[in-house]
C-alpha cells in the first residue's frame, strides 16, 4: 500500500509541476474580455462613413502568448478613421460565462467581435511580438471594409459561430480583406510545403507536448490532409505571411497589398511562449514510465500466480473515462475533425465494463470477450496504422501498450484459472 501511495504522489507531483507555469503565465495577462467591455465604452458610434475618405486600415498579428489558447498567435484588423484609432477583434469569449467549457467542447461555442481604443493594444497579449501592416487600399476598398466592421460590430451582429479551422480570429480578417480587394488578390507560394492542420499546430505546441498529446487525441483525421495556402491562414502566424507576399491588380499593374510593416511590440518569434518542457515531463516519458511499471507488476503477478483485479480496475476504467470524452467529441462534438478520428476504436466507454465486472464471477466469459477483442483491435490498428490516414503521436504507443499488456494478462490468467 505504501508503494502504491508513493507512486500516486510522484504522478500528482508530475502534474502539478507540468501546469505550474502555465498557471503563473495565465495570471500574468489581463482579462480581455473585461479589456473589450471597458474599451468599447469609449469608441464614438456612429462612424460617419463617406464615398471618400481619409482612414488608414491595418491588419494587426500578435505573436504567441503563454496560455494554451494564444499558442497560436492572434489577428485584428486597426482602423485609423475621423480622430478615432480603433482595433476590431474578433477573439472575445468569455471563459465564465455559464457553460462555456461544454459548449466549446461541443462545438456550439459563440466568439464575439468587438471595437476599442488602439490605447488597450497589449492589454490581454502582454510580453508578446506584435506586428503591424498597413494595407494598400483605395478609398473604395477602405469603405467597403469599414461599413462591414461597422456593421458587424453591433450588438445584433456581432456574435458568431466559432470554428478553430474555418472560421476564427485570423479567418474573418482575411475574408474581409479578400472581399473588399476582390478576385484581383494573389497569394505567393506558401512557405510550409504539404502542411497539414496537424503539422501546422505540432509547430507552435512544440513546447506543450501534453496540448499536442490532446489534439492528437481526440482530433482525427481531417487534420491530416494536405491545406492550400489559404487554408493554412487559419494560423494568425501564416496569415501575415501571407499578407506579406499578397499582391492585387490596379491601374493595370500588380501592387503589394499590404504597403508598410511596422514592428509595434519587439519580440522573437516565439512570444511569450514557456521554453520547452523537461523530457521527464513530457507524455511519452510519462506514459513509458507507467508502461513500464504495469508491465513489472504484470510479470511480478504472474510469477506470483495471481490476479490483481484492481489492476485492471484501475487501467481500464481510467481508460473507460477519456473513451467517453473521445466519444463525445465524435459522434457529439461539431468540431472540425473530431468525427474522423481513429482511436474511438480502442478508446471508447466500453472500457468501462471490463473494469467493473471483473469484480463479477459469473461475467468472466464477458469479460474475456471484452479484452479479446480489446487486444486483437490494438494489436490489428498497431499492425496497420502506417497506412491508416491519420497521423497518431508516439505517446499513444505505451498507452496502448498498457491496455494490451493487461488484456493479453487477463485472457492467460483465465486460461490457467486464476481468476477469481
Not at 506586428?131 to 461597422?150: H, N, R, T, Y
Not at 494573389?186 to 496540448?211: H, L
Not at 469484480?359 to 479479446?372: D, N, S, Y
Request: include cysteine; aromatic fraction near 10%; charged fraction near 20%.
Amino acid at each position: 500500500m505504501r508503494k502504491k501511495l508513493n507512486l500516486i504522489r510522484l504522478l500528482i507531483a508530475i502534474v502539478v509541476v507540468a501546469i505550474a507555469p502555465h498557471m503563473r503565465a495565465q495570471e500574468e495577462t489581463a482579462d480581455i474580455t473585461q479589456v473589450a467591455a471597458q474599451g468599447s465604452r469609449e469608441v464614438t458610434a456612429p462612424m460617419a462613413i463617406e464615398t471618400h475618405i481619409k482612414a488608414e486600415i491595418s491588419l494587426i498579428t500578435c505573436y504567441p502568448g503563454s496560455r494554451n489558447y494564444e499558442l497560436y498567435g492572434h489577428t485584428m484588423i486597426r482602423v485609423q478613421i475621423e480622430g478615432q484609432d480603433l482595433l476590431f477583434n474578433y477573439g472575445i469569449f468569455n471563459f465564465k460565462q455559464k457553460g462555456f467549457i461544454y459548449r466549446f467542447v461541443k462545438g456550439d461555442c459563440d466568439y464575439s467581435l468587438a471595437a476599442y481604443p488602439m490605447q488597450y493594444l497589449t492589454k490581454g497579449y502582454e510580453n508578446r511580438k506584435i506586428v503591424e501592416q498597413v494595407l494598400d487600399l483605395d478609398d473604395a476598398q477602405k469603405v467597403d471594409i469599414i461599413s462591414f466592421l461597422w456593421n458587424n460590430v453591433q450588438p445584433e451582429n456581432a456574435i458568431y459561430r466559432y470554428g478553430w479551422a474555418y472560421n476564427n480570429c485570423a479567418t474573418k480578417p482575411r475574408d474581409i480583406i479578400e472581399n473588399a480587394v476582390g478576385g484581383s488578390l494573389e497569394y505567393g507560394e506558401p512557405k510550409r510545403e504539404n502542411a497539414t492542420f496537424r503539422s501546422i499546430m505540432a509547430y507552435f505546441d512544440r513546447n506543450y507536448p501534453w496540448q499536442q498529446f490532446g489534439i492528437d487525441l481526440v482530433l482525427g483525421a481531417d487534420l491530416d490532409h494536405i491545406l492550400d495556402y489559404r487554408e493554412q491562414m487559419f494560423s494568425p502566424i501564416i496569415l501575415e505571411e501571407a499578407m506579406a507576399g499578397a499582391t492585387q491588380e490596379r491601374d493595370g499593374q500588380r501592387i503589394p497589398v499590404v504597403k508598410t510593416t511596422n514592428i509595434l511590440v519587439q519580440g522573437g518569434d516565439e512570444g511569450a511562449a514557456l521554453g520547452p518542457t523537461p523530457l521527464v515531463l513530457t507524455p511519452i516519458f510519462v506514459f513509458s514510465l507507467l508502461f513500464a511499471v504495469v508491465l513489472a507488476i504484470t510479470i511480478m503477478e504472474r510469477k506470483a500466480g495471481k490476479h490483481l483485479r484492481w489492476m485492471d480496475s484501475v487501467v481500464f476504467g481510467a481508460y473507460g473515462i477519456v473513451g467517453i470524452l473521445v466519444a463525445f467529441l465524435t459522434f457529439v462534438s461539431s468540431h472540425y475533425g473530431t468525427s474522423s478520428n481513429i482511436h474511438i476504436v480502442w478508446l471508447h466507454p466500453l472500457l468501462l465494463l471490463p473494469a467493473i465486472l471483473v469484480w463479477v464471477r459469473r461475467m468472466r466469459p464477458l469479460v474475456a470477450i471484452c479484452h479479446v477483442v480489446n487486444a486483437l483491435i490494438i494489436v490489428l490498428l498497431g499492425a496497420g496504422w502506417y497506412w491508416l490516414p491519420q497521423v497518431g503521436n508516439m505517446a499513444l504507443v505505451p498507452m496502448a501498450g498498457i491496455s494490451l499488456v493487461r488484456s493479453v494478462n487477463y485472457i492467460m490468467a483465465l486460461r490457467k484459472h486464476r481468476v477469481m
